[in-house]
């Protein structure tokens, strides 16, 4: 599979950079970057120089310096069509282009017609939920969103201030530091923007270009990239909706190769789940069916997922016997995860882990607490229907048996 993203990071100005590359399968490799490409990833490491395949890469991390801030600790915040999240220091409108200028540096200067939102200043936290509830409405119109301020009695014949949000619909017309032109019920308004939380804007549904990579930058910044290349100290990108932008060579901490590479199980919808008690009883069925479905992205219990000491983001945690069927939709060639019976219950817990295919069983192996956890690697190539299954283990009890699947991905 071809990765659309091109790169060339030979010899960085000042000091060499420090990354750690994670392939799809195996382990990580930690070095020096010498090159990236569309092609390839060469890194000199301890044991000399390793190359990679771009397409068999999960993603490269630049080491850290500094604590990467939230995108919601932002001065200001663009979104675009295709899902990338910019933080920025100003944003004006002129005449439906719309000039972003970038917390990490450098500019982007789109269309509104890519544009998805922009909020205006940094955002308290009493209102970041209104505000996700208003850009997550589908509306036929541009929106202008303002502030409401309350004012409620308290004790001590004092007055305390409360603050909402109200969403307007309208056509959005420019912006400048001062104010946002917007006409609204037939009357052409320029409103203040300090009294603007932010503005969304109104698109027909269409269909976005696929992402070949997700680039995130120091100031947190998420951008989905249909491509990006180094030309002298800048990085050139082009968003996935086709916004194009420059940013500094050295302001990025990782790319994310997995949009173009591979899919985690959490993220796709079964096409069945079905659990089975060990002993059957109907008067508690559906109470007990409830309380032993698969979890996704979170253990059996709540918290992260846990193996042999490690906490990880992404998986599935399924207890015996239950059978998650998926239907494949695309040319998936293998199924990895690293597998193990959940911490909490390691001292009681065994399962028989079966994989299937339309053919019958890819791999299958009993799995009990004592073993260490398992890098799982299941040929899928030519399958269609995913099965896997957690059945009874060896110790005739479906005592402790919450097996997880962490990191549970399929990759082309």
Not at 190 to 208: C, D, L, N, S, W
Not at 302 to 312: E, I, Q, R, V
Request: one cysteine or more; proline letters at 4%.
């Amino acid at each position: 599979m071809s990765v659309w993203v091109w790169i060339s990071l030979i010899g960085l100005a000042t000091a060499p950079v420090e990354v750690t590359v994670t392939p799809l399968r195996g382990g990580s490799e930690s070095g020096t970057l010498v090159e990236v490409s569309d092609q390839k990833v060469q890194v000199t490491t301890r044991d000399g120089v390793r190359q990679f395949e771009a397409a068999s890469l999960q993603s490269i991390e630049a080491a850290a310096s500094a604590i990467v801030p939230s995108i919601t600790d932002s001065e200001m915040a663009v979104q675009l069509l295709d899902g990338s999240l910019l933080a920025a220091k100003t944003f004006k409108v002129e005449k439906g282009k719309a000039v972003v200028a970038l917390s990490a540096g450098g500019s982007l200067e789109v269309p509104t017609s890519l544009v998805a939102w922009a909020r205006f200043g940094k955002q308290d936290l009493s209102v970041q939920k209104q505000w996700q509830e208003i850009v997550n409405r589908q509306s036929t119109a541009d929106r202008l969103v303002v502030r409401k301020v309350t004012q409620e009695a308290v004790p001590a014949e004092s007055t305390a201030s409360t603050i909402g949000l109200d969403d307007l619909q309208g056509v959005l017309s420019d912006v400048n530091a001062e104010t946002v032109e917007f006409q609204f019920d037939g009357s052409a308004l320029k409103v203040p923007r300090k009294k603007i939380e932010g503005v969304v804007y109104f698109h027909a549904a269409g269909k976005i270009p696929p992402t070949a990579c997700r680039l995130f930058d120091v100031a947190g910044s998420t951008w989905c990239l249909r491509s990006l290349r180094q030309q002298g100290d800048s990085l050139e990108l082009v968003t996935s909706c086709g916004a194009p932008s420059k940013l500094p060579a050295n302001q990025w901490t990782k790319i994310d190769y997995s949009a173009g590479n591979l899919v985690f199980l959490s993220d796709l919808k079964p096409e069945s789940v079905k659990w089975e008690p060990y002993v059957a009883s109907p008067a508690i069925a559906a109470t007990l069916s409830a309380w032993f479905q698969p979890r996704f992205n979170t253990s059996a219990q709540g918290g992260p997922l846990m193996l042999n000491g490690m906490s990880y983001e992404r998986g599935l945690a399924l207890h015996s016997r239950t059978t998650i069927v998926y239907r494949l939709t695309e040319e998936y060639q293998h199924f990895l995860a690293t597998v193990g019976m959940d911490d909490r219950y390691r001292s009681n817990g065994g399962v028989r882990f079966v994989v299937l295919g339309e053919k019958g069983p890819l791999f299958e192996k009993l799995v009990h607490g004592r073993d260490e956890p398992l890098d799982l690697d299941v040929d899928l190539r030519g399958v269609r229907r995913l099965q896997i299954l957690v059945d009874f283990g060896d110790d005739h009890s479906d005592a402790g048996d919450y097996l997880n699947l962490c990191n549970a991905r399929l990759t082309k």
